[in-house]
C-alpha cells in the first residue's frame, strides 16, 4: 500500500501543487482545507505523514500540531510545517508544539520531497527494527495499543511515562542523556530540563514494581534498561 500523506493548507491552490507533486511521487494523498477537516478523518485512514500550514481558518496548525503530538495513537506521525511565517519566534513556536521539520514558503520542491522520503524512510526502519509487541520476562509493551502489561495485568501510564519506558526497554543495555530521553520523549522541547526526566524515572520505576530497579542511572550521564542486576 502506498504511503498516505495528509496536506492541510488554506490556498486552494497550494493544495492543487502539493496534490500534483505528491501524486507525481505515487503517495496516497489527503488534501484538507482545515484543521477541523483533517482531525474529523485521521482517525478513519491514519497519515504516515502530515504537510501542515500554520495559519488555518479556525483550528490552527499549532493546534493541530499540538493534538496530534499528545495522542498515544498519533503521537508518531511526523508533522513537517510549511508556513510563510518565518521569524525566528515562529519556527521555535512551531518546534515547542512538536512538529518535526519546519520550512518557510517560498520553498524548495526537491527539498521538501527529500525529507518526506527521509522522514517516511525512518519511519520504515524503525518499524521493522521495533515490532509493536516487546516482551521482557514478565512485562509486555504494545506500541501499537500504547499500553504496558506485567503479569497480564495493565499498568497505568501517562503518554510520557509510556513513551519513556517504551524508549528504554526497546533500546535495552545502552545508556541514553537525559538530553537524547527528552528529545525522544518531549519532541526536542528541551524547556522541561533533566529534573523533569529524574522526576519521569522515578514515577516509571514506581509503577512498573519489581523492573522498576532494571532502569538504572548512570551518574553524570543518564539512564539505560539493564537486562541482568
Known sequence: MSKCIYVVEDEKDMLDFFKYILTE????????SSGEEALKNIYIRKPDLILLDLMLPGVSGFEVCRIVKNDPELWNIPVIVISSRKEEFD????LSFGCDDYITKPFSEKILLAKIKSFLSKQDRSSLENNDVIKFKDLLIDQSKFEV??????????PAEFKLLNFLVRNMETVHSRVQISDKIYNYDNSNGDRSIDILV??????IGIYGKNIESIYGVGYWFKKDI
Open 25 to 32: 511521487e505515487e503517495y496516497e494523498t489527503k488534501c484538507f
Open 149 to 158: 502489561y506485567i503479569k497480564d495485568k495493565i499498568i497505568d501510564l501517562t
Open 202 to 207: 522515578a514515577r516509571v520505576r514506581k509503577k
Open 91 to 94: 519556527i521555535i513556536n512551531g
